[in-house]
């Protein structure tokens, strides 16, 4: 079982930078592959970045690709998202997620409880 709590979001300009973290307790976290979801309002929750259990391996959504940069580190059970150049479009909440497997593509199986986003115009 893993617990994952997401800090870091807040108001920010259109152009500024925010930094989520996902910190993670419980077993396994090195091992698994994770990733950072979001969900503005009215839409469905999307893709945003994954991250293979090593670090080695990143993916991005092509609205992201550039600006937002997915690490982590597993000896402090952390994953990050570095977030520059943000647009009012990326106003959403920011979950993250951890998926009982090496690589991020497929099913995520822990979630946390989200981060609010906001970008002002």
């Known amino acids: 079982q893993v617990h994952l709590v997401e800090s870091g979001g807040g108001l920010v300009q259109a152009g500024g930078s925010l930094r989520l973290s996902c910190a993670a307790s419980?077993?396994?976290?090195?091992?698994?592959?994770m990733g950072w979801f979001r969900q503005a309002p009215g839409t469905g929750r999307e893709f945003v970045a994954a991250?293979?259990?090593?670090?080695?391996?990143?993916y991005y959504a092509d609205s992201v690709k550039g600006r937002f940069t997915i690490s982590r580190d597993n000896a402090g059970n952390t994953m990050y998202l570095q977030m520059n150049s943000l647009k009012p479009e990326d106003t959403a909440v920011y979950y993250c997620?951890?998926?009982?497997?090496?690589?991020?593509?497929?099913?995520?199986?822990?979630w946390g409880q989200g981060t609010q986003v906001t970008v002002s115009s």
């Open positions: 997620a951890a998926r009982k497997d090496s690589l991020p593509q497929g099913k995520y199986d822990y």
């Open positions: 419980g077993r396994g976290f090195g091992s698994y592959a």
């Open positions: 991250i293979s259990w090593s670090g080695g391996s990143t």
